[in-house]
């Protein structure tokens, strides 16, 4: 696939590039090595509020909230379950089980699981680090929540084996849902009584059940291994790392769930397959509001731009106020649709950029009839820059609106795709994105630990973006995106056709028109020189080092002002614009209804990049 | 007599004022390639922009030698004695020591002359890296000496910048706490 037209490169290039290398330590996203599933599984459907197979969890005030609701089905349903309510906790109900395809029905009420927040560990489970009977090997040891400098007795690893995660299923998560009970032999596939578990809130609306893990634990809800989960109608919320993870497991669905206040991600998905993510609510998140990363990598040997299938499918959410709406390092087969993705920072970027995810170089995701809008969000001058984000983690104001973004992003950014191949950007609305509408670029194989020099130019080839309208709104509103597109010019295959913008023709930064996709989209020029994207001197960004925060170089984290309707293909800074007020002396100052807040003044023009050459008014094909 | 004076002084102005034109001079080098490092288990070098990129995998507390080679574009020979201590590290290196052919701590590289020079850099900090941040050394400073008495510090940028990155998410064994955001 992408190995042909590398080698060809690199045989022209020959003397560009020197590579040494062997292959590298794999490790995973934060996490042990994890693998893709067999493929095997399907994704579930949803039991219903009459399945008999339940239990049913409530808390005290249960009954005066099910009392307040209105009278109707639901209402009757909610009572007649409370009567049948021998839970207090969540995983208490959940340990219950004895079989499959369960239902564990959560009244309303807020449940901080404080029994398994505050639960002792055993002596094992203290000591993971040296007493494992089951260790990662010491290159994929990833990490420790307690600082061996500290001289504490106790170890406390970020990534576990799985046989620990399953042994040891508090250490890192508030409510454990581990599948595979039989995690020495082979396979992966759930095969334990809690296959098939459906986690449903049975209130009238997502907020009537509030899973609350006050950064009590890494994770809210791991769903590890866990084939046929069915997760819907709650909200979940404070975890370091994520709400709501889903581990190499073959058949998942979350539906109707809200994550919000999450230092890293409201939904992480990864290395999953058969997956469903529908009409979810996801703010207030520092990486993204979802993360479907390291999806199966179904078509990693497919040629043609049609996938074979899809891995994940994520359609009706509503992702905002975040760094990222949307971000998949890998993430390959997703196809996510009918979703809006506003005021982030950017609304959807997937990439090939950090080493450890299994399946890279991303490919075959399809973003279609998205609305992506108004990712002109800067949390880095808000929270960062002003020292919030450098409270402990409870006093930042995360359910109030704060954001710290733990990644590097260009601020004013639609969609971004950091080296992916054979991804489709179709039919949808991409306006009043400040800085660019969508952003593709080249990234070398070497950053993301990959030294083969066949591969060195394997990222940013085969990719369309077709007939999406630029700086409109469905409703016939014009939002000027700040540019269109900006492409490096980098990658063969790429295309750009029958796109229509606020503009009259979609404004660009391409030197060479890479033709219509019919005709194969862009080719390789010799010579053809790399625009600078600034995404190696963003890389450099570290929110924990007041000196890292603006590394020297990056204007990923200036604020773009708001375009006027002549675009900004010029190698001029855009006009500034005035400034908006201060950011906020305390957090969870944002005003999600406000939009776009400019910070501080910013330009456009990138360090290397010249756009004057680019042409205003592009219609390829 | 007189006229012998006369030329002598002029002759000394003659010398005087070459003298302090070098050394007005600042010692000028310039790296250059041919470039090679080791201390890595993979590396490569790529181009963005008017950027040149040596990617190197990043191997916990372990000691990277770039080699490459520095010219003398001055007038007068440059004998460089040291690394100048920088007023910040690079994120994930800590820049160790300079030395000339055979490993010299310190070493002349005559006017027009180009010799071998390694720096060795340790590459560490991974455990106190939050996100998924990279880091690059882009050069060193030099302490340098001419004609005996000149001193000076010379800023010299490596041929490539070197860059290792995200071993929060790659590799770094020794990740403690800190390699998480704080909180």
């Keep these: 696939m992408h190995g042909r037209a590398s080698l060809v490169l690199a045989a022209i290039l020959g003397g560009l590039v020197a590579v040494t290398g062997v292959a590298g330590p794999a490790s995973a996203h934060e996490e042990r090595p994890a693998a893709f599933p067999d493929g095997t599984g399907h994704r579930p459907t949803y039991l219903g509020l009459d399945n008999p197979r339940h239990r049913v969890v409530c808390k005290r005030d249960s009954d005066d909230r099910i009392a307040r609701m209105k009278a109707g089905p639901l ?109 020495r032999n082979d396979s992966m596939h759930c095969d334990s009584r809690l296959c098939g578990l459906q986690l449903v809130g049975t209130g009238a609306r997502q907020r009537a059940v509030v899973i609350d893990n006050r950064f009590a634990k890494l994770n809210a809800i791991r769903a590890d291994r866990a084939g046929g989960v069915y997760f819907r109608n709650f909200t979940v919320q404070q975890a370091e790392f994520n709400a709501l993870y889903v581990l190499e497991t073959d058949g998942f669905v979350i539906d109707r769930v809200t994550t919000r206040g999450n230092d890293e991600y409201g939904i992480l998905a990864f290395a999953s397959d058969h997956g469903l993510i529908q009409h979810t609510n996801d703010y207030f998140n520092g990486d993204s509001g979802i993360y479907p990363g390291s999806g199966s990598d179904l078509n990693a040997d497919n040629p043609d731009f049609a996938p074979t299938r899809y891995a994940i499918e994520i359609r009706h959410n509503r992702s905002h106020h975040n760094t990222l709406g949307y971000s998949g390092t890998a993430g390959n087969s997703i196809h996510a649709h009918h979703n809006e993705f506003y005021d982030n920072s950017t609304g959807i970027a997937t990439d090939s950029l950090f080493p450890g995810h299994p399946g890279l170089p991303q490919d075959h995701a399809r973003w279609d009839h998205n609305q992506i809008h108004s990712n002109n969000q800067n949390y880095y001058a808000r929270y960062v820059d002003t020292g919030i984000c450098d409270r402990p983690m409870k006093d930042r104001g995360y359910l109030h609106g704060t954001v710290c973004p733990v990644i590097p992003a260009p601020v004013g950014t639609g969609l971004l795709i950091a080296g992916g191949n054979f991804d489709s950007t179709d039919h949808n609305w991409i306006y009043d994105n400040w800085r660019y509408g969508t952003m593709q670029f080249w990234v070398p194989a070497p950053l993301r630990d990959e030294y083969d020099p066949t591969k060195l130019y394997d990222t940013s080839n085969h990719n369309h973006s077709f007939a999406n309208r630029m700086g409109l709104a469905p409703d016939g509103r014009v939002r000027h995106n700040g540019l269109d597109f900006w492409w490096d010019d980098q990658g063969v295959g790429n295309c750009w056709q029958d796109n229509v913008s606020s503009r009259g023709e979609p404004t660009d930064n391409f030197v060479i028109d890479p033709g219509p996709c019919a005709g194969g989209g862009s080719q390789f020029l010799p010579g053809m020189p790399v625009k600078d994207a600034g995404f190696l001197s963003c890389s450099q960004y570290d929110r924990g080092d007041p000196t890292w925060r603006h590394p020297p170089g990056c204007e990923w984290f200036d604020s773009p002002s708001r375009p006027a309707a002549t675009g900004g293909t010029s190698d001029l800074p855009l006009e500034l614009s005035a400034a908006t007020p201060a950011a906020p002396a305390t957090p969870g100052g944002a005003d999600i209804g406000a939009g776009a807040v400019t910070g501080a003044l910013g330009v456009l023009t990138l360090a290397g990049v010249t756009l004057g050459a680019g042409r205003l008014g592009r219609r390829a094909g | 007599m007189r006229r012998a004076v006369v030329l002598l002084v002029v002759v000394l102005a003659v010398v005087a004022g070459a003298g302090i034109a070098v050394a007005g001079d600042p010692p000028s080098l310039r790296a250059e390639g041919p470039t090679s490092v080791s201390g890595t288990d993979a590396s490569a070098v790529f181009t963005v922009g008017d950027r040149t990129v040596r990617q190197v995998r990043y191997r916990h507390r372990g000691v990277l030698e770039y080699t490459f ?45 180009s010799v071998p020079v390694t720096v060795r850099l340790r590459m560490r900090g991974c455990e106190s890296l939050s996100a998924r941040a990279g880091s690059f050394a882009t050069g060193v400073e030099l302490e340098t000496r001419r004609a005996r008495v000149l001193h000076d510090v010379v800023r010299l940028w490596f041929p490539e910048e070197l860059h290792t990155g995200s071993p929060r998410e790659a590799f770094c064994p020794g990740s403690t706490a800190t390699s998480r955001p704080p909180g």
């Design chain 1, 75 to 183: 209402k009757r349903r909610n009572t007649r379950l409370l009567a049948e309510c021998h839970y207090r906790s969540i995983q208490t109900a959940i340990n219950s089980v004895r079989r499959r395809n369960t239902s564990v029905y959560v009244l309303p009420g807020d449940y901080a699981e404080r029994r398994w927040a505050t639960q002792r560990r055993s002596s094992y489970c203290s000591h993971l680090e040296t007493a494992s009977d089951d260790p990662l090997p010491a290159s994929e040891y990833i990490g420790s929540l307690t600082d061996p400098d500290s001289g504490a007795q106790e170890s406390d690893p970020i990534a576990l084996s799985y046989p620990d995660q399953r042994r040891c299923s508090h250490n890192l998560n508030l409510i454990a849902i581990i599948g595979d009970r039989t995690p």
């Design chain 2, 69 to 113: 080679s520095v010219r003398n574009d001055g007038r007068l020979a440059i004998t460089i004695t040291g690394l100048h201590a920088p007023e910040r590290q690079p994120r994930l290196f800590r820049l160790l020591t300079v030395a000339g052919p055979r490993g010299a701590a310190e070493f002349t590289v005559a006017p027009g002359a």
